[in-house]
């Protein structure tokens, strides 16, 4: 596939759960029909025609995997609570309907993410408001009473509408998400609108703008949501006016992140995004894959301050990148102060069971070695390794089957 780990097509297929091989450059894509492959996820290799020998030892992988899972069952309805008692909620990432049956089996607690230009993306025109109440009420529905975070429309980057072209040299530099929406309000407004209409009388709605880069474009955004509100009201629906919150994406809201945090209810960091443009690296391309580094000692740093910096205006804040569904990242958010981790279905039995089976105290201690060290292989290595020493399963504490 082209692309690297936190593109949007390997976020789908981590979501559906199929091993994928993303970023090979030069692949011999018409030499391969007909033959068979093994595709191993995690160390990112693809092989043709396996042997027998290697055949039996993947076959072996994939037994002890469906092990792995009728363990995972098991904890479904445990919580996810650390061995010294200390919860931490573990919320899902949403886009397509299948995504909304895996998450209850492994037993989220909300949504904490759900793509709504997913829906959008299987269109052939814009969904129009009934559509949209539609598809977003049954979300709502399926999870209710449990919260669910609905992003406003997320377009551009690499999240093409096929009925919308974008032509740009720096598409990620570019118009997305939010810059769009109040670009085109009408757009924006019919979506609100849609997703209000869709909470009446279940009240599990928040409302979630992405790619925000100023307080101005938060004004404006509460603003047409509140307008929105009212002319419902005006219309007698009883609605209630959901929780608002923000994605911190952009390397500037980490600099006004008191300011923006007292605007809103609630802040989550989309880490796929932050990584990329704090480290200025394309998550999409394989090239430059090496230097996208959720262990880079500035990418923690901020991490830890925006944890901070939110508790201080007493705000909740999460993460909902990818980086949340990695077990070793979820030890030092947890560390860190983050109130909830949102992630891949998928991924939430992992997480929980390395949590279930480590003390605050120890996540704590790694956290704060992390903190003053200087280079991610030495991070990367003494997280794994600590983890390792306190017992946890090495094969949760390594990959997710995508490289
Ligand atoms: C993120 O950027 O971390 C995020 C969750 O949003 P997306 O991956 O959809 O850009
Ligand atoms: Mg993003």
Redesign the pocket.
């Known amino acids: 596939m082209r692309g690297s780990r936190?593109s949007?097509l390997a976020?789908l297929a981590r979501a559906i759960g199929i091993p994928t091989v993303m970023g090979i450059l030069d692949f011999p894509w018409q030499q391969m029909d007909g033959q068979e492959l093994i595709v191993d996820g995690y160390q990112g290799r693809v092989y043709t025609n396996p042997p027998e020998r290697l055949r039996k030892r993947f076959a072996s992988i994939i037994a002890e995997e469906e092990a792995l899972n009728r363990e995972f069952e098991k904890l479904r309805d445990e919580p996810c609570e650390t061995k010294d008692s200390y919860r931490l909620p573990l919320w899902v990432?949403t886009g397509l309907m299948t995504d909304v049956f895996r998450s209850l089996d492994r037993g989220a607690e909300g949504v904490g993410?759900y793509?709504s230009e997913v829906p959008f993306q299987l269109n052939e025109r814009f969904p129009s408001e009934e559509e949209q109440r539609q598809i977003y009420r049954e979300q709502l529905q399926a999870f209710h009473p449990l919260p669910v975070t609905m992003r406003t429309l997320?377009i551009g980057?690499d999240?093409p509408l096929s009925y919308f072209p974008i032509t740009e040299d720096n598409p990620y530099l570019g118009w997305r998400g939010i810059r769009v929406s109040l670009d085109h309000p009408e757009i924006f407004l019919v979506q609100i609108r849609g997703m209000l209409k869709a909470s009446a009388g279940l009240n599990n709605l928040r409302i979630m703008l992405?790619m925000i880069t100023s307080i101005s474009e938060i004004n404006t955004a509460i603003t047409l949501i509140h307008r929105a509100h009212e002319e419902l009201l005006e219309d007698k629906l009883d609605i209630k006016l959901p929780a608002i919150g923000v994605?911190i994406?952009i390397p500037a809201t980490v600099y006004q992140i008191r300011e923006i945090a007292r605007l809103v209810d609630f802040l989550s960091?989309?880490?796929?995004?932050?990584t990329q443009y704090l480290l200025a690296v394309d998550r999409n391309n394989p090239r430059v894959a090496k230097l996208y580094q959720s262990f880079h000692p500035a990418l923690l740093r901020a991490l830890d301050w925006i944890a901070k910096e939110c508790h201080k205006e007493g705000k909740m804040v999460s993460v909902?990148?990818?980086m949340a569904g990695d077990p070793c990242a979820a030890v030092l958010l947890m560390a860190m102060g983050y109130d909830m981790l949102s992630m891949n279905a998928n991924n939430i039995p992992r997480v929980k069971s390395v949590i279930r089976n480590i003390r605050l105290e120890d996540a704590r201690n790694i956290h704060a070695n992390v903190m003053k060290m200087t280079s991610t292989a030495e991070i990367t290595d003494y997280v794994e390794n600590t983890l390792e020493k306190l017992g946890i399963n090495p094969r949760f504490i390594k990959g997710q089957n995508i490289h």
């Open positions: 936190t949007h976020i990432n993410l793509r997320d980057g999240k992405p994605m994406e960091v989309g880490s796929n995004d932050l909902c990148g990818e």
